[in-house]
């Protein structure tokens, strides 16, 4: 299936329709967006901690790395640093089951100081690496590049480099190296055959962090020029640049969760102090999306969607370092794991970090829809609160329809029609002939008068849902997701 919201005209096995993609859902009538923040208590524990005293990843951890999943197994490519060692950091390896429970595996590959029991990587050598993006591709003809790391160190200037390796542990450079610019990475995706970067670099502005996203189609040949996806200067009120450090910044581009129609992305929502001193900014992590992998966008502009404040303003690293601010770095981890959507982050700066930690939501509850109350709203006689698709071409196919829903009960409901390009309803799967969900819940099913699946339709369609009931203001939708039935 395809959709018509200004991305590549890729087939999907399914789409997802999340409520802050305005491209994949442009039409709204009387509904709000909202955005859900993980709140993190002050007392929550990393689930990487620091290692053992002497150990590579003793003195601090960051997560400019990367947390795929493998053949059922979560992998986590972290960053960590021993004692008495000056900014020299190495790439480490973590496993779990769950996201939350993690072990650090004795992979026998690298020695330090003197033993090789460790959960170190081998690079090819005891190389610095500041960031590092892993791809896994088990399809690809050359077994040896099944993955691809994308990584910086001093090794080549801070230079863009990359890596290859046939089991994600024992890695071998590109002869090619550095194989592009300076370029600091926090996330990739690839999309419609090409790998695409989110970091900073690119030199659109010098002294000002931004989303910037340089690309490539085999690995190797990467663009010369880097793509400017998202600014925050202009946020109110305009910051007074007084150095490189003050204002309103998008710190090391973003971490990417690809859903197929649709890129969310977790960025830094760099803070600075009009002193430009780095230990008074503040950090959380905001939500953008794109649906190019190219030019992203705050649904809600300086929104923080996982609050710095909440987990590291009483760290005692962070105090017994003098840095009183509240400040979170991001990686390259999502991961939907049963009920729950889960992402993993550090405190910054990693002097001040004990370890990565987790923040959860239940399954794909990044944000919702709900009418706007009466009383702010007001609706017209035949038209109540509801929104409407882009376009979906479902190929010939039959589709699925359920829906991530709360607040349904006998006095909310919600309606789902399925129209043609033309926004005329399909015969068969109009308003009325709508049926469920019949509460809320995760995946709820939707039916028209006993059919279960779309099907026999010709053309583009589109999907309408609208909010009913004595009180529609109480249901949150969460998303749509049409799947091949």
């Not at 040896?144 to 200037?157: L, N, P, Q, S, V």
């Not at 931004?210 to 910051?239: I, M, N, V």
């Not at 190929?395 to 409901?413: F, K, M, Q, W, Y």
Request: net charge negative; charged share 20%.
């Amino acid at each position: 299936m395809r959709i018509n919201n200004g991305g590549p005209a890729a087939s999907l096995s399914s789409i997802v329709l999340f409520p802050f993609d305005d491209h994949s859902i442009p039409f709204q009538y009387g509904v709000k967006l909202h955005l859900q923040e993980k709140q993190v208590s002050h007392g929550s524990k990393p689930v990487v901690p620091l290692g053992e005293p002497d150990a590579h990843d003793s003195l601090w951890i960051a997560f400019y790395g990367t947390v795929l999943e493998i053949d059922g197994e979560l992998w986590m490519w972290y960053l960590g640093q021993g004692p008495d060692e000056h900014w020299h950091q190495r790439v480490c390896l973590a496993k779990s089951k769950d996201g939350r429970t993690w072990e650090k595996p004795d992979l026998g590959l690298v020695e330090y100081h003197g033993s090789k029991h460790n959960n170190l990587v081998d690079m090819g050598g005891d190389i610095h690496v500041q960031a590092c993006v892993v791809f896994h591709e088990p399809d690809d003809p050359d077994p040896d590049k099944r993955f691809k790391m994308a990584f910086e160190t001093r090794k080549h200037g801070s230079r863009l480099s990359v890596a290859y390796s046939a089991d994600g542990l024992t890695w071998h450079e590109s002869p090619n190296n550095p194989v592009g610019g300076w370029f600091e990475m926090g996330g990739g995706t690839k999309l419609d055959g090409c790998y695409y970067l989110a970091g900073q670099g690119g030199k659109h502005a010098m002294g000002v962090r931004q989303l910037s996203t340089t690309a490539s189609y085999d690995f190797e040949h990467w663009a010369e020029a880097a793509c400017s996806g998202l600014r925050r200067g202009d946020l109110s009120p305009k910051p007074v640049v007084a150095g490189k450090n003050t204002g309103e910044q998008v710190h090391l581009g973003a971490a990417l969760w690809n859903r197929g129609n649709v890129i969310i992305g977790f960025f830094g929502k760099w803070n600075g102090h009009p002193s430009n001193d780095r230990r008074m900014l503040t950090m959380d992590l905001g939500l953008a999306v794109s649906n190019d992998a190219l030019h992203y966008k705050e649904p809600i502009p300086d929104f923080p969607i996982v609050s710095a404040a909440e987990d590291s303003w009483r760290l005692k690293r962070r105090e017994s370092l003098n840095l009183n601010f509240p400040a979170l770095i991001q990686g390259q981890g999502f991961e939907n794991v049963g009920d729950e959507t889960l992402f993993w982050y550090t405190p910054w700066p990693e002097e001040a970090s004990d370890g990565i930690r987790v923040a959860s939501w239940p399954r794909d509850r990044l944000g919702y829809f709900s009418p706007y109350d009466t009383g702010i709203w007001s609706y017209s006689k035949d038209t109540g609160p509801h929104f409407v698709s882009a376009p979906i071409d479902l190929e010939g196919s039959a589709a699925r329809l359920t829906v991530n829903v709360d607040g349904i009960n006998e006095h909310s409901a919600i309606t789902v029609e399925i129209q043609d390009r033309e926004f005329r309803p399909v015969p068969g799967y109009e308003r009325d002939a709508s049926q469920g969900p019949d509460g809320p819940g995760l995946a709820q099913p939707i039916t028209w008068h006993g059919h279960d699946v779309i099907d026999g339709v010709t053309g583009p369609i589109r999907v309408r849902v609208d909010f009913a009931g004595v009180r529609p203001e109480d249901v949150r939708l969460y998303a749509i997701y049409l799947d091949p039935a």
